[in-house]
């Protein structure tokens, strides 16, 4: 499977949308300067979020950016089916496109239930799991 860049930078925004306190709202540009993301990118990818559903948007100096459910209704395969389609594919093909002697044929069926699987699990974690902290161990501690 691959993450794009644009996926990777939508759920980091939301992440830090997740943990801003009091309701408060973010522009683009703070959002971006704040978290290392590319400006542009981040105001196409809020737009887009928006469109979906999973933000909205107040204008003037007090307005910005604010999540528009709690981070415990927003699946991440919300946020993947925006911009990569959540798919497995063999040689350029879906699985079940590929062509198997019988003794290798289960693979299909492997790799058909793998990609289930892989759509099931991020169908079922949230925004609220995701930033709970201590439910992922940091890259590198062990």
């Not at 093909?93 to 299909?108: I, K, M, R, T």
């Amino acid at each position: 499977m691959y993450i794009s860049a644009k996926t990777d930078y939508a759920v980091r925004a939301l992440m830090a949308l997740a943990h801003e306190r009091d309701d408060r709202r973010m522009h683009a540009a703070a959002l971006a300067r704040d978290h290392g993301m590319p400006v542009t990118s981040v105001e196409q990818i809020l737009t887009d979020l928006r469109r979906h559903g999973l933000l909205t948007l107040q204008r003037g100096p007090e307005g910005g950016y604010q999540l528009a459910k709690v981070p415990s209704e927003i699946r991440l395969g919300e946020v993947f089916r925006i911009y990569d389609a959540v798919q497995l594919e063999v040689h350029g093909n879906p699985p079940e496109h590929v062509g198997y002697s019988p003794q290798f044929a289960s693979l299909a069926g492997f790799y058909l239930r793998f990609r289930e699987t892989l759509i099931g699990y991020i169908d079922s974690v949230t925004l609220a799991d995701l930033v709970d902290v201590r439910a992922w161990p940091a890259v590198g501690s062990g």
